[in-house]
């Protein structure tokens, strides 16, 4: 089952806060959806008008069609993870898998067995008295084992050691290999999880910036490394995100796609290029003094 998202002009404040200002893009669904954005940027507002914990202030928001806000037949299909306050959570880890079954229709028991023994989660013990990293890992054991066509993950892996996160990450990949659908992961850890995701989405202070593949996204940038009067004179012109220099070698990240006549002028010219990653983009979208 693929459900697509639209979100059409979707703004949510909070009395006189605009955490989320008129923001439109779509998700053909069946990819995992990376949503970037910084402290405070809207993440959390915006995934919770997807998940129907509340309603958009104005604008639109459909999944499959239709707007999911107390909306049965969509909720049952969206699972969305946070870091919940787990303190008068009396149920054992056994208990809350066994709960979570009886109202997911396709949840896998077995799944969620297997997650909580790799997670090493002692399934006999309540959930409020679990470590917090623990309590990540019971929030992602039950987001993969439900198979919501889909699932939103709202940087509930924070919590987990970065053993638990290498596991998070092998399962989701392996899960999505088995059973494909929409993953929505929201998260300021660019560098360690860009890997997984197909699509990138990134908001900056309550505004969608950019929604693009993955590939082309850091296709668009570049590092051009070489002596630096060289470099100097292959950049002019062009947007510089970063500089480093040690000695006479210069390394310049520019941003920018490079046309085949430019990057023979620089293989020419005795320059190296590569590849910029999403965090350097990331970075320079998001840094200080991008307004929108
Ligand atoms: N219940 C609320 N009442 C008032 N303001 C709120 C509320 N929830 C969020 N905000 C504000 O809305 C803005 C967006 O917050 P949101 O939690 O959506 O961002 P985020 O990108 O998820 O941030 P983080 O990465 O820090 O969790 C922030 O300015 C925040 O202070």
Redesign the pocket.
Known sequence: MNLDIQFDQVSVN??D?E??RDVSFQLDGGKIYGLL??????????LSVLASFREPSSGKVTVGGEPPFENAKIMREISFMYDVDYKDESDKVKEGIEAVARYRPRFDKEFAYELARKFNLPIDKPVKELSKGMQSAFNVTIGLASRSPVTIM??VYLGMDAPARETFYRELLEEQERHPRTFIL?T?LVSEMDYLFEEVIIIHQ?RFILKDDYESLTSRGVSVTGPAPKVDEFIQGMKVLNVQQLGHTKSVMVYGELSESSRSAAHRAGLELGPISLQDLFIHLTGEGYTT
Do not use: C, I
């Open positions: 909070y009395g806060v955490a989320v954005g910084r402290n405070g940027a809207g993440k959390t507002s915006l709202d940087e929201s300021h309550g």
